[in-house]
């Protein structure tokens, strides 16, 4: 079974950069699935913020086009956001997710932008 | 970017009810494949979202046979067949066929 697990810090200054881990478990991130991150702001919206797939490749929410970026480790199957000059509107939980069925989710990392 | 529309925002239910949510497209889900990517969410308080309904009408597995799918195109719905306490929450539509995209919930609350 996949298992996901994000990190980082859970406070960021405004204009700095944010940056997290998604760790995978349970299946090689180079074997196949979109790798996605997925954020909940405060109240109930989701957003999809950008993927990087099995072969690399990455697509981007073009509301964050300017701001974003996904890589990866293979050699530790970890991915990464880096999302660029935060306001407090990047408050959210973020997720990594699998896939265009959302059937693996991790636990989320809560990340408050505030000075 | 795709649209999708959810409604009820909010559903007050009493434990057996059955209950729906509707989310409708901006625009036709059908991919080029033949599938359709639109799934349902159920994200209870203080935990992760959990599959619920994938590709329209299939049902997750271990997911219990109370909750069905329905719907084609633009129009989808979600129905609840005897709403339960451990049921509340709230639910979004999710597709996957173009730019992924999310409904804007329904929180599930017991009357």
């Known amino acids: 079974e996949i298992q996901l697990q994000e990190s980082g810090p859970g406070l960021v200054k405004p204009s700095q950069s944010l940056s997290l881990t998604c760790s995978v478990t349970g299946y090689t991130i180079t074997s196949g699935y979109d790798w996605s991150w997925i954020r909940k702001f405060p109240g109930n919206k989701m957003e999809w913020m950008g993927y990087?797939?099995?072969?690399?490749?990455?697509n981007y929410n073009p509301s964050l086009k300017s701001r974003i970026s996904i890589t990866r480790d293979t050699s530790k199957n970890q991915f990464f956001l880096q999302l660029n000059s935060v306001t407090t509107e990047d408050t959210a939980t973020y997720y990594c997710?699998?896939?265009?069925?959302?059937?693996?989710w991790g636990q989320g990392v809560m990340v408050t932008v505030s000075s | 970017d795709v649209v999708l529309t959810q409604t009820p925002p909010t559903l007050s239910a009493t434990i057996g009810q059955s209950v729906s949510i509707s989310c409708r497209s901006s625009?036709?889900?059908?991919?080029?494949?033949?599938?359709?990517?639109l799934h349902w969410l159920l994200q209870r308080p203080g935990q992760s979202p959990q599959l619920l309904i994938y590709s329209v009408s299939r049902l997750e597995s271990g997911v219990p046979n109370r909750f069905s799918g329905s719907g084609s195109g633009t129009d989808f719905t979600l129905k609840i067949s005897g709403v339960e306490a451990e049921d509340l929450g709230v639910y979004y539509c999710?597709?996957?066929?173009?730019?992924?995209?999310f409904g804007a919930g329904t929180k599930l609350e017991l009357k």
């Open positions: 625009q036709s889900l059908l991919h080029s494949n033949g599938n359709t990517y």
């Open positions: 997710a699998p896939g265009s069925y959302f059937d693996y």
């Open positions: 999710v597709q996957g066929t173009h730019a992924p995209t």
């Open positions: 990087i797939s099995y072969s690399g490749s990455t």
